[in-house]
């Protein structure tokens, strides 16, 4: 049994997989059937408790003793479906993650056997959640953790999706039968598509939450990437694994003609649990024996290009590094607030050749930011996801433990 963190994958051992979602609270658990675009070809895609079953994707109910599952039957899934995402909100109207923690679950769906579990981390909110996709790589099926919230309910996840979601209603609509109670039921009401899913008009729906993250997943083959903060890039290219040196370089500017800023560029290194193992830095250049190494404290920011740049050996990393994330620190007690055109970016360490951009664009009045993290997959491969999440920490010392629940 695998336990995954965000971003991981794993091949899938079974043809037949269930997904279940639990929690301390009751979930309505859905699935959506969507194509290389990232869309459901139609609302018949969507897939939850009022239409339970769809193209070798059907939805089991736990009757309230066990936790709701989506099942998918890959051998059944028709061409053109790349990739099943697992959904889940409480099903309570209005409640949030906040204190609760969700676990899916990803078992053989012919014996029960457990292949991967995963518990979302960081969440408060959020009232929906795509906590695990089924996809669709080089011929083979495999399973991603990835835990991206919504604060808007299923209806934000069925609008990114492409399900039809029925404009407001000028008042609460009944439920439909054959539930009696006054209220509409939480699931059904923001996300219900288009009919012939339901006969009865649904509550109104809320727009999609402006902070959601794409879920997308890219690689190096058209060139250059600039990620979006929460979007992920696989270091693949030509459908091989870039196993070779790679630069994080870090750069910014004071703001507004500001004084000097000392901003301090670390990279902390995690193993397979989490576990910390070592954190490179202006007062550490060199760690896993030499795998990661530091050019050196730049004090002021000043100058064009990079100020500070890390090179990681990921053919030289040691098997139990599984995990990297890089930091920025105001050393100095500025906030970001004070801080311009921050940025990182990975370069190909060979050929000079810029492969990835994540500019911060949006800053908050803390000293401490985690500008990415590279996650080694289960097949080896490296993914890198932008972060652009704050922390109040001046060291790199202070980023140990929110990076690692980041991860």
Request: aromatic fraction near 6%; include cysteine.
């Amino acid at each position: 049994m695998t336990a995954m963190t965000p971003g991981s994958n794993i091949p899938l051992s079974a043809a037949r997989v269930a997904v279940d979602v639990s929690a301390p609270v009751r979930l309505d658990v859905s699935g959506l059937l969507l194509t290389a675009d990232g869309k459901v070809r139609s609302d018949d895609d969507f897939i939850f408790y009022n239409q339970p079953s769809g193209a070798g994707v059907t939805y089991r109910s736990g009757g309230g003793a066990a936790p709701d599952a989506i099942v998918v039957d890959t051998a059944a899934v028709p061409p053109g479906i790349e990739k099943i995402v697992v959904t889940a909100s409480p099903d309570a109207a209005g409640q949030t993650f906040q204190g609760i923690e969700p676990t899916a679950t990803i078992r053989n769906a012919d014996d029960g056997s457990v292949l991967a579990t995963f518990t979302p981390p960081q969440l408060g909110a959020e009232t929906a959640l795509v906590v695990v996709e089924v996809y669709l790589r080089g011929g083979a099926w495999k399973a991603r953790a990835v835990g991206q919230g919504y604060a808007n309910g299923l209806a934000g996840i069925a609008t990114d999706f492409g399900v039809s979601v029925d404009e407001p209603a000028a008042a609460p609509a009944a439920p439909p039968a054959p539930a009696p109670v006054a209220p509409p039921a939480p699931v059904a009401a923001p996300v219900t598509p288009s009919a012939p899913v339901t006969p009865s008009a649904p509550a109104a729906p809320q727009a999609p939450a402006a902070a959601s993250a794409s879920t997308g997943k890219i690689n190096l083959d058209k060139g250059r990437v600039s990620l979006q903060k929460n979007q992920t890039v696989s270091l693949v290219k030509g459908g091989r694994p870039l196993l070779s040196q790679v630069k994080m370089g870090l750069g910014w500017e004071p703001a507004f003609r500001g004084k000097d800023i000392d901003l301090d560029a670390s990279v902390i290194a995690y193993g397979p649990q989490r576990n910390h193992l070592d954190s490179c830095y202006f007062g550490k250049l060199s760690i896993l024996n030499g795998s990661i190494k530091h050019s050196g404290d730049n004090l002021t920011g000043e100058g064009a290009g990079d100020d500070e740049v890390i090179v990681v050996d990921l053919g030289r990393l040691p098997a139990e590094a599984t995990g990297l994330v890089f930091t920025v620190n105001s050393f100095s007690g500025q906030k970001f607030t004070e801080v311009a055109k921050a940025y990182c970016r990975l370069i190909d360490a060979g050929t000079g050749e810029e492969l990835v951009r994540f500019d911060l664009t949006g800053a908050e009045p803390q000293t401490g930011v985690m500008m990415a993290k590279l996650i080694k997959q289960f097949s080896g491969e490296w993914e890198m996801t932008a972060m652009g999440d704050f922390a109040k920490s001046r060291t790199v010392r202070g980023m140990v433990k929110p990076a690692a629940q980041a991860l």
